[in-house]
């Protein structure tokens, strides 16, 4: 492993120097991703090699990886099938094992394809159909939106945040904008989910927060699912000493409490939390909602959404939304 890591270091140490800014930093979900190159259908695939301690390639191999590698981290993880590279606190590089006994992913990237002009949008086709759904994720951050001209860009569903519980105080705030947002994408034909940003630093304190969102999502159609959302405070937060055991009790709790409450629990997070801040062997029956921001993601596990660019443009929408594709129609599902 030590040699695997150093060779990593040394080929990121490469492409800094090839790159006259260093290549785009990505940082997990807030992310502002350089514009990414479409991806090609004989791109190679990561390389796994019978030494677990040595990478093979070729040049051509090399060129493909970087040619099509939104920045430094996907450049890295090209190389690896078998592993994952993230960047934990800090900035600093981790590479660790593929879990192989938690269900995998099966999406084949070359059916990815590039759409967007100007900015980024991706679809993913099957036999040449496109078989993903249009999507995004607001808060009061997007402002007033125009839901009329949002449902006439061809967005088909919507996670609107509900709130989130503070950080150091612990209260649970209901999103200025939720309402408004709710009503204003159901009138135009565009399925919601919601979204909570969590803070629970117990199972009890799990459950609290499903109550509580239920209670507000309760006079509303609500057909995609309830979404606990993990990720950074941006600063210090009561659940920053919480064990991975811990973080996932208050999970579970969260999603049981939620299916008893009539909804379909999901998990929004990036691939460091994911990887560092919970069990996901305890965590298999829930759907993922996945943020990473390359040209094409890397997960090996199961997930049903991808959030791909905090960049995108959407009619209606000023500045920038994230983007999202979703591989299962819950709408669909809910009738």
Do not use: H
Not at 161 to 182: H, I, Q
Not at 188 to 195: E, F, H, I, Q, T
Not at 231 to 239: L, Q, S
Request: aromatic share 12%; glycine share 8%.
């Amino acid at each position: 492993m030590k040699k695997t890591a150093l060779l990593l270091a040394c080929l990121l140490a490469l492409i800094t120097a090839l790159s006259a800014c260093g290549g785009s930093k990505q940082e997990p979900i807030e992310a502002k991703p350089t514009t990414p190159a479409t991806p090609r259908e004989e791109d190679p695939e990561p390389v796994a090699a019978e030494d677990p301690d040595t990478l093979t390639f070729t040049v051509e191999q090399f060129t493909e990886f970087l040619n099509n590698s939104s920045g430094m981290w996907e450049f890295a993880q090209r190389f690896f099938a078998d592993r994952i590279v993230y960047r934990g606190e800090g900035g600093k590089y981790y590479i660790v094992p593929v879990d192989e006994t938690l269900p995998k992913s099966d999406y084949d990237w070359t059916n990815l394809a590039e759409i967007g002009i100007g900015s980024r949008e991706v679809e993913y086709r099957t036999e040449g159909e496109t078989v993903s759904i249009k999507g995004i994720d607001v808060s009061r951050y997007q402002g007033e939106i125009d839901w009329e001209k949002v449902a006439a860009d061809g967005v088909r569903f919507a996670f609107i945040r509900l709130g989130y519980r503070g950080y150091e105080t612990g209260k649970m705030v209901v999103d200025p904008m939720f309402e408004a947002n709710v009503e204003g994408a159901l009138k135009n034909g565009v399925a919601v989910g919601v979204y909570f940003v969590t803070q629970a630093v117990s199972e009890e304190e799990g459950r609290e927060e499903a109550r509580f969102v239920a209670e507000v999502c309760a006079p509303y159609k609500i057909t995609w699912p309830v979404v606990l959302d993990l990720e950074d405070a941006g600063g210090a937060a009561r659940t920053d000493l919480l064990t991975s055991a811990e973080r996932t009790d208050a999970i579970i709790g969260f999603c049981e409490e939620i299916k008893t409450l009539g909804y379909k629990p999901m998990l929004y997070s990036n691939i460091r939390w994911f990887v560092e801040k919970m069990d996901l062997s305890r965590l298999t029956e829930y759907g993922k909602w996945f943020a990473q921001y390359f040209n094409r993601p890397f997960f090996p596990y199961e997930f049903q959404i991808w959030q791909y660019t905090s960049s995108g443009r959407v009619d209606g929408i000023k500045g920038n939304v994230d983007l999202d594709i979703s591989f299962v129609d819950y709408g669909k599902e809910a009738e």
